[in-house]
């Protein structure tokens, strides 16, 4: 959907109009002041997994404020707690066989994930990979095996994974691929052969393959790291793969591939505004299922009829026009667990029985917003001053008209990612306490083609701030935001692009919240993760070489410009974090306390990349929410005053 200045400009008219046939009072009503908790503390429970035999779901339940993990057998009703974790939230989980579950966590936000089985019976919990330093990837979870996965540690090259097979049940591990050097990722075929490997030297990728598990591998196609080839599946006789590309087209398209060959066989699916890069499959059935499409909002589209209808009788029988997603199954795909989303709502949980064609609710996600007053994120899209297209989401405060309103202005992280339509609980908080949320998806954003993500090299603080500047004028130009009520906060790149918003456009906002953020170019790449350092050439092309584009890269990094700011700034970061090391926040404060400003600052020391315990989430928040009050006049619920 494009939304230009004269839409949106309809879209508020009519909302002022629908609103006048309500009665004057729905225009100057405000939405009840929300708990800081209701948009973060962990949720009533989340990430249901059905077991490979369909009898017994695993999912993740607070215990003691950390998202631990229980099991419920269909049928009895009877639910049983599994762990019993009080420093950590797991991050991840999946059944192997139907009487164990392999789940991973790391130690204070360090990113450094360790694997754990727990037996469903007797809930005795194995530590699998008990490295200290070590970080695990799961390369396969050899889903016919009821035993053993393979995984990826960093054991013995901090920046190198070589890939094991692990026995669950036991610990053993064994090594089955030494990594020749630089493979960033191993992918198996559907035996569980390793039959592919992608290996960066940081500017180019060479494509490693072999047709068995008895041959060696040999580099059959070599890329720039412009072009992306990204297997996603072998075909279902193991000869091909399924991959998303932009090899000789500029948005990413599912092919079939030939990799032996090194030739594309054919395109199933390509989109003309943006790429493609997900599918749905059914390995009982041996196809394509449906496709997933993000332009302005998320769409399906289903290459498989039976699918399709599926889809409709569990959206006719929900009666929502919500967001539906098949999440899993069992293994003769005969039950699935469904989510529904949208925008302002988090949505439950159900269970699909294909035979009968019944669906039962497991659960709501966060029971407490249901019937609130939430707010539409409505798609926008707007010219750059260079006359590059840049879209993005405009949320107004419920009840508000788009008039002088103040504004927090929210780029996204990476920057190589994007904001999507959906589910965003810091939109909804802002957007809560009277605030105009701004999001976009400034050149460098990835999902709208290689020539958009091309024009963000070497664009830090440059064009891809520009195009943030841009849209808050266009704001300030339609009457949407008051110009001197206007906040910006982000994190990681967002936290960077929010301390170049207040150094390289000081007069433009009234105040700022870095949340783990970048100042100094040359230090964040001198502390990246080990594991990212076969990519530094690439950081080098698309960020700045910190030798040959030294000048450049002093002159966008907030650090050495901290006499330019005006506007009060607070800053949060975790004492662990291994993307955005703590130094980088440390330089800012300090630099700043050297010329005799005051800045509030968080460090929080059982956190990373970001606050995963729950107590430091609402901390943070309510921190962020009285700052923004003191500064843009936002709302505050009287409590936490």
Known sequence: MFIGKEWIRLCFLLFVLASCREGTQ?????????????????????????????????????????????????????????????????SSFFWKGDERIVYSRDLNGDENFHLFSVDIGSGKTIELTPFEGVNSILVDELKNDAKEILIGLNKENKSLFDVYKLNCQNGRIELVQKNPGAVSQWICDHKGELRLAIQSDGVNQNYLYRENASQEFKRVLTTSFKESLQPLIFTFDNKYVYASSNIGRDKAAIVIYDMKQAKELAVLFEHPMVDVSQFSYSEKHKKITSLYVNTAKNEQVFLDTNTAHMYLDIQKKLGTDAEIYLLNHDVNEDKFIVRTISDR?????????????????????????????????????????????????????????????????????????????????????????????????????????????????????????????????????????????????????????????????????????????????????????????????????????????????????????????????????????????????????????????????????????????????????????????????????????
């Open 26 to 90: 729905t225009i100057e009503m405000q939405a009840e002041v929300l708990p800081v908790e209701d948009f973060f503390r962990n949720p009533e429970n989340s990430s249901f997994v059905l077991s490979p035999s369909g009898k017994q779901i695993a999912f993740a339940k607070p215990y003691q404020n950390r998202m631990n993990l229980f099991v419920t057998t269909l049928g009895s009703g009877d639910t049983s707690q599994l762990t019993f974790i009080k420093d950590r939230n797991i």
């Open 345 to 641: 709502n988090l949505g439950a949980t159900y269970l699909y029985q294909v035979k009968n064609r019944s669906i039962l609710k497991i659960s709501e996600r966060a029971p407490w917003l249901q019937n609130r007053q939430l707010c539409e994120r409505m798609p926008i899209a707007f010219k750059a001053s260079d006359g590059l297209l840049i879209h993005g989401y405009l949320t107004l405060p419920y009840g508000k008209s788009a008039s002088n309103l103040p504004v927090v202005v929210n780029p996204h992280g990476g920057p190589w990612d994007r904001d999507y339509w959906g589910w965003n609980p810091e939109v909804q908080f802002l957007a809560n306490r009277g605030y105009a949320v701004l999001q976009i998806n400034f050149r460098g954003s990835t999902g709208y083609g290689r020539a958009f993500w091309e024009a963000g090299f070497k664009q830090w603080g440059r064009a891809m701030q520009q195009d943030i500047t841009d849209g808050v004028n266009w704001l300030i130009k339609e009457g949407i935001a008051n110009p001197k009520k206007i906040g910006i906060y982000g994190a990681s790149y967002g936290g960077y692009a929010t301390l170049a918003g207040l150094t390289f456009t000081p007069d433009l906002y009234a105040c700022g919240v870095d949340y783990v953020g970048v100042s100094n170019m040359f230090t964040f790449m001198k502390t990246v993760p080990p594991y990212w350092k076969p990519f530094m050439n690439m950081m080098y092309e698309m960020v700045g070489d910190p030798i040959k584009d030294s000048v450049m890269l002093r002159e966008v990094s907030p650090v050495f410009h901290v006499h330019k700011i005006k506007a009060p700034l607070f800053i949060a970061q975790g004492a662990n974090d291994p993307r955005v090391n703590k130094s980088e926040s440390d330089q800012m404060v300090e630099a700043l306390k050297k010329r005799g400003v005051k800045v509030l600052y968080m460090v929080k020391e059982n956190e990373g990349h970001g606050f995963s315990n729950e107590e430091n989430r609402l901390e943070f928040y309510r921190e962020m929410e009285r700052f923004l009050a003191k500064h843009l006049g936002g709302r505050m619920l009287i409590s936490d005053r």
